[in-house]
């Protein structure tokens, strides 16, 4: 294809995504030679420590850059919207973590040739971010896909990153139900609307797909401006194993199943005692926290939307 004016981007990577070693290297070099091939130059930076991602796309955007490409997964990109949201600048994305949930959503090729070439055509889509606030620490996190409170933040903690890198995405799978088999549930709330919602486990999403093929919140989308919420109320162990087997279903967990309840909202409010809570796959801290959509979209470079299937809302009040 012909480029008419050559782009710049910045390059974040890491060297650790998926596997890491040589051939991650490797990776990295053939994509940038890819990039360059289709008229757009890049400028390397890795990653070497936790937030570095953050530091190194607000330093970029510091020095007047407005594309950030990471090359990593979830947690690599939840690292640098941290410092795009706000900014202007677009964000692009090569798929090379473990679930790379949000590439899943967006269709973003996952052959480094296909992601360069839409990088360079440079479609862009408008999405919007949810912003979870710590009550304790305040403390912001932005956040794309998700914010899970209770059990999922629960085997977040527990994956090990020796077992992750070795089977990748069945690391949280293997944590998961072996988690589940000792899992307490712990009770706390969620405020919406002045109205107050006892439960065990609640999703925040702002994504259909949840963790790679699970439907906990198949109705939530990217560029609609509201949470889609799954509030779970239960303390039985057995139960949980039976609404998982709904979730791997594309309508996800039906509304009308026993202790399960839909909600839309802009704004929630959970509190409890010593409640875990994860954002993107990454652990941010504990409850209370308030969670809302920020105003303004972040422009992800991406194919254009499809048009969603339609799937029936149950009980969402």
């Known amino acids: 294809m012909t480029i008419p004016n050559r782009r710049s981007v910045i390059l974040i990577a890491n060297p650790n995504a998926g596997r890491g070693g040589r051939s991650r290297e490797r990776e990295i070099e053939r994509f940038r030679a890819l990039l360059e091939a289709r008229g757009v130059e890049s400028e390397l930076a890795l990653t070497r420590a936790p937030e570095d991602a953050t530091r190194l796309a607000r330093e970029a955007i510091g020095r007047g850059a407005r594309e950030i490409v990471v090359s990593g997964g979830d947690g690599t990109i939840n690292e640098a919207l941290q410092s795009i949201v706000g900014t202007g600048a677009r ?61 999922d933040a629960s085997i977040v903690k527990r994956v090990r990153p020796r077992l992750k890198r070795r089977v990748g ?53 990217l560029d609609a401006p509201e949470f889609e919420l799954c509030l779970i109320n239960s303390r039985s162990r057995l139960r949980y194993l039976q609404l998982l087997t709904g979730a791997m279903r594309a309508d996800g967990i039906k509304g009308d199943r026993r202790g399960v309840r839909y909600l839309t909202a802009t704004r929630v409010r959970a509190a409890g005692d ?38 029936g809302y149950q009980h969402l009040r």
């Open 274 to 311: 010593g409640v875990m809570v994860q954002a993107d796959g990454e652990l941010i801290g504990e409850l209370p926290m308030t969670f809302e959509i920020v105003a303004a979209p972040v422009e992800l470079i991406a194919p254009p939307a499809e048009k969603p299937k339609r799937i």
């Open 169 to 221: 995405e069945a690391a949280f799978w293997v944590s998961g139900l072996s988690h589940l088999a000792s899992w307490e549930p712990v009770p706390f709330h969620v405020e919406v609307d002045g109205e107050r919602f006892p439960a065990t486990f609640a999703a925040i999403g702002r994504a259909a797909h949840y963790g790679g093929e699970l439907s906990i919140t198949p109705r939530a989308r």
């Open 91 to 151: 964000l692009g994305i090569l798929p090379s973590g473990t679930a790379n949930v949000l590439a899943r959503e967006l269709k973003i090729p996952f052959d480094a040739g296909r992601a360069a070439e839409a990088i360079a055509r440079g479609a862009t889509r408008r999405v919007y971010a949810g912003l979870a606030f710590s009550e304790a620490t305040r403390v912001a996190r932005y956040f794309l896909l998700m914010a899970g409170v209770g059990l």
